[in-house]
């Protein structure tokens, strides 16, 4: 399927993705290709990549 308008994320690039999460049209720069997302939404659920987590990191999220 062929892609064409801007980038919804940036504005100014030509659009060559779709997110498969919220249908977005985006950039290279704005696609995260390992889950197929945007990156507004690949943010939001985590990439997946080493790192990355949807935790906080203040080290009380377990506290009793």
Do not use: K
Not at 12 to 33: I, K, N
Not at 55 to 61: K, L, V
């Amino acid at each position: 399927m062929s892609v064409s308008g801007l980038c919804t994320v940036c504005e100014s690039e030509s659009a060559e993705y779709t997110c498969g999460r919220c249908g977005s049209l985006v950039c290279e720069a704005h696609y995260e290709p390992t889950v197929g997302f945007c990156v507004e939404c690949a943010g939001e659920i985590g990439s997946g990549r080493p790192g990355d987590t949807d935790q906080p990191d203040d080290g009380d999220t377990y506290r009793f």
